[in-house]
Structure formats: C-alpha cells, structure tokens
C-alpha cells in the first residue's frame, strides 16, 4: 500500500536570476486561474490571476492578499506590488529568498492596527542563488508593517523574498535542469532549478548563459557559457518547438568545440521546457552549430543479482552470467557489490566486512579490513569509494592500483554514515548521515585532478531530512536517488530529487539493500530473506534465494 506523507510533497523553489521573475506567496484569499501569458513561447500553460486588495481592506485582509497574490509572477508580481505603498514598491525584493511552509500549518495575528505577524511551519528554505534546503524545526515570523496611503491600508515594510503555500508552489512552478558538464566534458549534469512554468524557455536560458552553477557543485561541473558571450534580447521566441537564442557577435570568435559544448547544453536545458531544438543566432542569421555528442549513464534495465552462486542479470526466471565475479563472490561471501560500467571490476563488501576491489579476471585486491565499513562505491576512473560508519571525516577513495586517497575533510559536521554512491557520472557523491540528531541525506561535489583522481568534495547540500535510520542509497539518474529508512520497525522507500522534491512509500519489512533503475518507480529491494521486490502498483516478489542485490554504474559506452 502507498504511504504518501505530507512533509514528502514540501519543496522549494529557485530564484530566478536578474533576467527572471521569483516565487509566489500563496497563503489563502481569492485566486483565479487564467489564461497564459500572450508570450511568443512552448507550450500554453495557465497562469494565476490573484484579486488586488479590496477597498477599506483591513490590514489582516491586506496581508493575506499580498500572501496570495504571491501565486501571480506576471509582470514580475505586479498584483502583490499593489498591496504596498508607492514607495516600498522600489524596495522590495520578492528575489531574495524563499520560505516554503507546510500547508495550514500558519497563523496570522496583530498586536496593532499597523503591524501583522504571519507565523508559518516551514518545511524548506531557498537562497538568493536557488539552493534548496530542508528548513530547520521552528515555527518562523514574518512582520509585515502598514500605513494608510490616500485612505487605504498598504504594506509599508516586509521581509524580501517569498513566503509560499507548497501546494499551490506545485500549481505555479515546474522543475526544469539545468545541463552542465563533468570535468571532461563527455557528460552532462542537471542542476534541478525551479520556475514559474510561464515562459520557463526565458528563463532557463538567461539562467543558464547569464548565470552560474549552484554553489553546492562548485569545481566539480563545467560550463561552455564562462562570460564570454551575452544575450541580445531578454526573450526567447519559440516556433514550431524551436527555441531561436540571439547572441552577440562575439560568439563567431569562440572555437567550434566550444559552441557545439553550448548547444548541447542548451538542447538538454531546453529539453524539459518542451522545446525540440534550439537554434543559436547572431541578428537574424543562424549559426551552424551541431551539438557535442555526451555519454549516457542509463543501466540496464534488468536487476543484476548474486543467485545461487551465479552473478548477471536476472531476466524471467533466467539468469544472464556475467562471466568472471560469480565464483569469486561467492568465495569471498559477498554481502554489498557495485560493478563499473564495463563490468569489468567490482567493489565489493564481504559478509566480514572487508572491502575488496575484484576484477573479471578473477583478480582480488583487499583494500580495508577496518570494521564497519559502508557498502563501496566505483566511479567512473576505477576509484572505489567507502567510509567507517563512525568516523564520517574518513572518506577514503582507492585507486586501481590499491592506493588509498584520503579525501580531506569528508562528511565534515556528521556523526555516523550509513551508506555512500558516486553518481553515475562520477561528478558527485551521497551519502546518508545523522547530524544534529537527525538522519538526512547530503550531496556533494567531487573535485578531481587534471587524471581524475578525487582530491576533496565540496561543502554538502541537505537534500532531503528523513524520518528515520537511514539503511541504503541509490541513485536512480542524474537527479534523483533513493533511499531505505526504518521508521521503527517499518521500512520506507523515499525517491528524492536532488533539489526538488521527495515522495516516499512503504516498503516491504526487512529491506536491507536498494538499488536503482533509470526513472521513478524503478528500484529494486532486497530483503534480509533473500526476496527481491519490484514496483508495479504494490510491492511484488520478483525472484527468490538473492544473496546480493548489485548497484550498476552504467552501461558500457
């Protein structure tokens, strides 16, 4: 049965850059749905039409308005703009920040006819540069201040940013990623953003060539869009499902690898706006720019298993060998196993709990015999990954030749590690960690040397609080993982968008590893049993007498 939880829906938004409008602030009022902006862009979509203040509104009602008309980013919040005096209008900054709070969980008061305090239970906070992170515990004031201009109560003084309703944030904006490259430039990187989802081409485009990567991913991403070129118009046309960008001139001056690196990162940007192509111009005359082929980090499709001795993929009730490893982990008692993309080398953990590098040679490399070891994880540059479950700081990161890179710092501020997976791309690393009290899961960056080899990882990103001991961790594509919590004796499986949002449901009793396919719905369970589960409606028993459930790092390619 689906367990859907209310705090799993909560999400925040990003601040769009200069070029964009922000979030909204809906709380409660009369709001009217209506028709889209007559813009010339994708897709009609709708768009919020909230109610200005009444006449003699007090100054509760004027508030509440103000909170509503949140839900209208038309002419960058010019309904919400109507609730203040004419010269706050200058001051206030809807762009700084936004607070998303739980569905009824606010309240409104006055101590006096000129001041209102609006008391909400936030779930998630977004900076002025569209990080998202879960909120702190805590109810949070906002007081708003008033006057009476030419007879009318108006908001004289309020905090800048955005107070926002998470379900009407769900009507008003849309998740779209923006596309960055790893350090080697052969695959690209989402950065989930949030947007109105009136014209989002506009704004993912200014965001993308005018704007920067999210702080959290720092040094470990790329971008073809470094400052050289600007745009030439703040609008994007949209034609047939052609995006059509004007650069300045100065982009005829950059080499042909660079402009075929931004066409493929905007094709992949645009993508989730809907739009089909995208053609670069200079003036009116198109550039002949064919965008740089990337890698795909797509698995297979199938659960790669260790059964009854035989390791492959398991289809029906067949297995297909993976030739090489299934004798070895058997002989080594495998328990955790996460194999490259060529399926030439595996990180392996072992029933005692060392951590071996195994190669399909029949090849052993023990690497850490240190108790308490989390299940290893093999990037794309044969780096195999892992942690002692009590000393978050000693991230260590071994090379194919046995060698043991310390990454500096670590899960620096937590105080125990249950899990840990490099992305697919090899760009970033999760991890599942109780800090301040709490079990959440973090994600950061990965820093590499010019030959690959991890030198740090960047300060953590919160993604995502959790209702209990985290148990394992999977990614299930470029932005996305998913966990296993216990919530007492119950298991739960919750699907986190790195950025965005998370939604959980309940899973079978004694879940013990986890491992993801390419989309939602798409993991797989293993039980303490040996029963692997499948998704399709409810939780179902694919196949029986699993001892290892392995995590794939894409496909060869």
């Known amino acids: 049965m689906t367990l859907r939880r209310g705090l799993a829906t909560a999400v925040a938004v990003i601040l769009a850059f200069a070029l964009s409008a922000c979030a909204g602030l809906p709380v409660g009022g009369p709001v009217h749905v209506g028709k889209a902006i007559d813009e010339v862009e994708g897709p009609p979509d709708f768009s919020y039409v909230p109610d200005g203040p009444g006449r003699d509104a007090t100054p509760q009602q004027i508030v509440e308005g103000f909170i509503a008309a949140g839900s209208g980013p038309r002419g960058n919040w010019e309904v919400a703009q109507e609730f203040l005096t004419s010269s706050f209008k200058q001051k206030w900054q809807p762009q700084a920040g936004v ?14 006819d000129d001041e209102i305090v609006f008391t909400v239970q936030p779930v998630a906070n977004v900076d002025a540069t569209g990080s998202y992170q879960p909120a702190e515990a805590g109810r949070i004031p906002f007081t708003f201040s008033l ?52 014209n989002p081409a506009t704004r993912i485009t200014a965001a993308l060539v005018s704007g920067t990567q999210s702080p959290w991913l720092g040094e470990s991403v790329r971008s073809a869009f470094t400052g050289e070129v600007t745009l030439t118009q703040p609008s994007v ?126 090849t052993r490399t023990e690497l850490d015999t240190r108790a308490g070891m989390t299940a290893p994880s093999i990037d794309p540059y044969g780096y195999i990954w892992t942690v002692p479950g009590d000393q978050p700081t000693e991230v260590v990161a071994y090379g194919r030749d046995g060698s043991a890179q310390k990454i500096p710092a670590g899960w620096v501020g937590a105080a125990g590690v249950t899990a840990m997976r490099v992305s697919r791309d090899g760009a970033r690393v999760a991890a599942l960690v ?21 030198t740090s990882i960047g300060d953590p990103l919160v993604v995502a609080n959790i209702g209990g001991r985290g148990i394992d961790l999977t990614w299930i594509d470029g932005s996305t993982v998913a966990l296993v919590f216990a919530d007492g004796q119950q298991r739960v499986v919750r699907e986190q968008t790195v950025g965005g949002l998370g939604t959980e449901v309940r899973a079978p009793d004694g879940v013990v590893a986890i491992a993801g396919g390419n989309q939602s719905g798409s993991v797989r369970l293993l039980t303490k049993d040996g029963s ?17 459930l392995a995590v794939q790092q894409g496909q060869p390619g």
């Open 532 to 548: 692997l589960y499948v998704q399709r409606g409810s939780w179902q028993v694919l196949a029986a007498d699993v001892s290892v």
């Open 99 to 112: 607070t998303v709070y739980t569905p009824g969980e606010s309240s409104i008061s006055s101590s006096a």
């Open 434 to 454: 109780r800090a301040g009290g709490r079990w959440s899961v973090w994600v950061a960056g990965i820093i590499r040397d010019k030959d690959g080899a991890p």
């Open 147 to 198: 006057e009476k201009e030419r007879g009318q109560w108006r908001i004289s003084q309020a905090p800048d940013g955005i107070v926002l309703d998470a379900n009407r944030f769900g009507s008003v904006f849309q998740s779209y990623d923006l596309s960055y490259f790893d350090p080697s430039w052969r695959v690209l990187i989402p950065d989930v953003r949030w947007f109105p989802s009136t």
């Open 237 to 362: 046309p949209v034609e047939s499902g052609i995006a059509q960008i004007s650069f300045d001139p100065s982009i005829r001056d950059l080499s042909r690898e660079t402009l075929a690196r931004m066409k493929a990162q905007l094709d992949a940007s645009l993508a989730g706006a809907g739009i089909l192509d995208v053609q670069m111009l200079v003036g009116d005359e198109p550039l002949d720019v064919t965008a740089r082929t990337t890698r795909s980090t797509a698995v297979d499709t199938r659960p790669l298993v260790l059964k009854n001795g035989t390791f492959g993929f398991l289809s029906g009730s067949d297995i297909d060998e993976v030739v090489g490893f299934g004798e070895a982990f058997s002989e080594v008692e495998a328990e955790a196993v996460e194999t490259d993309a060529a399926r030439t080398t595996a990180a392996v953990r072992t029933r005692s709990g060392a951590i071996l590098r195994v190669d399909s040679d029949g």
